[in-house]
């Protein structure tokens, strides 16, 4: 297995925000991480990302303990783009993308072409051509979080941890980025775990899915068993129904639209 983990659990002071949690990820395979506000999400994309310690379990690359690794070893392997990402505002679009390179340029910061390579590729992959000498402060929610996506995709890692990345995307930009996606996995092998809110879009992109629920994984499997489990109905307390839209798509969930249509009438 390229990523995995056993009995993974974190604790925040006394409080346990994940729980005996097991994942294991082949090389080019897409891992939807869904589940309610608080389930354990991103503590468990930040602790794949050795940023939180672990109270119990490991978590290891090609069966490596990350533990042991290097900040700038385990930045080769893997890119982490977290939920709230933070830089100082007046850096520009270009310097943050830039610094997503830093584990390929040494400590003298020689810039190859490779490198200018990846920085234009990632910057253009975004929609970010153009946007070299903007400032942070001076995008939009949505501009911004496709900074810091590309900022991930230059570091040219083999695997990437995403946290919510299209959370602030228009739907053509979800798109986009989702497919972007699709294709580094395919394309290129690269391994990805992803939080994401949008059941089906997570249904559509994902080879298995994980749910947690109050940092338990209650689901691990293809997005079709989890169709079919009946666990997000009572998961996320919505009514709603599977459907398949054409044959071979995915599951599609429909939410029941009873509570819309009572407000509107
Ligand atoms: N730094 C922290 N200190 C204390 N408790 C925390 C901290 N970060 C998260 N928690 C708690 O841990 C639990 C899991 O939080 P986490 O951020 O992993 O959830 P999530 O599934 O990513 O949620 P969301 O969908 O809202 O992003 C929650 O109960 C949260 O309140
Ligand atoms: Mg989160």
Redesign the pocket.
């Known amino acids: 297995m390229l990523l995995s983990c056993s009995s993974l659990s974190v604790t925040?002071?006394r409080?346990k925000?994940?729980n005996a949690f097991d994942l294991s990820l082949r090389k080019g395979e897409i891992r939807a991480l869904v589940?309610?506000?608080?389930?354990?999400?991103?503590?468990?994309?930040?602790t794949l990302a050795g940023l939180i310690k672990p109270a119990e379990g490991m978590v290891e690359i090609d069966c490596r303990p990350i533990g042991s690794m290097s900040r700038r070893q385990l930045a080769r392997h893997l890119a982490f783009l977290p939920?709230q990402p933070s830089a100082p505002d007046e850096m520009t679009v270009e310097q943050l993308v830039r610094q997503g390179r830093f584990a390929h340029v040494g400590l003298f910061r020689n810039y190859g072409i490779e490198d200018e390579e990846a920085i234009r590729w990632a910057l253009e992959s975004t929609g970010l051509a153009g946007f070299d000498n903007r400032s942070l402060s001076e995008l939009s929610g949505g501009e911004r979080q496709r900074a810091w996506i590309s900022a991930a995709l230059a570091q040219e890692a083999q695997i990437l941890l995403l946290?919510?990345p299209t959370s602030f995307l228009d739907i053509g930009y979800q798109i986009e980025i989702l497919d972007l996606v699709y294709r580094l996995s395919r394309e290129k092998g690269v391994t990805v775990v992803m939080?994401i809110?949008d059941l089906n879009q997570a249904m559509s992109i994902s080879d298995h899915i994980s749910l947690?629920e109050r940092?338990e994984l209650i689901f691990d499997g293809e997005p079709k068993q989890l169709a079919d489990s009946g666990l997000i109905e009572k998961v996320f307390r919505v009514k709603g129904n599977f459907v398949q839209i054409a044959p071979n798509a995915p599951p599609h969930f429909d939410v029941e639209l009873a509570r819309r249509t009572a407000l509107t009438a």
């Open positions: 925040y002071g409080r925000a994940l589940g309610p506000n608080g389930s354990g999400k991103s503590t468990a994309l930040q939920q946290d919510e939080s809110h947690l940092g």
